[in-house]
């Protein structure tokens, strides 16, 4: 099993850029897809954005797209999450997932870290 921990959340003026961070412990990421949801106060968690195990593939969702970036380091068993252009509507927690080996969908979550953007 794979402990996920997320740091780097914050607040944030709008337009400005924050980056979170998801180190895992346990076993390696490197075999597991990586994604980033966020669930704002009063909302259902939303996906973000994930990148595939084997790098075939990055996926954001529309309202995100264009102004955040996923990336991993698998040597470092890290996966990060670069936003900028940040809006209020961002205002979330941000939870980081993994799946398990050679998988898509998410089968551990970390605790999330609170990303607040003020206008």
């Known amino acids: 099993q794979v402990q996920l921990v997320e740091s780097g959340g914050g607040l944030v003026q709008a337009g400005g850029s924050l980056r979170v961070s998801c180190a895992a412990s346990g076993r390696t990421i490197s075999r597991s897809t990586m994604h980033w949801f966020r669930q704002a106060p009063g909302k259902e968690r939303e996906f973000v954005a994930r990148i595939i195990w084997n790098g075939g593939g990055i996926e954001y969702s529309d309202s995100v797209k264009g102004r955040f970036t996923i990336s991993r380091d698998n040597a470092k068993n890290t996966v990060y999450l670069q936003m900028t252009s940040l809006k209020p509507e961002d205002t979330a927690v941000y939870y980081c997932?993994?799946?398990?080996?050679?998988?898509?969908?998410?089968?551990?979550w970390g605790q999330g870290t609170q990303v607040t953007v003020s206008s």
């Open positions: 997932a993994s799946s398990a080996d050679f998988g898509i969908r998410p089968s551990y």
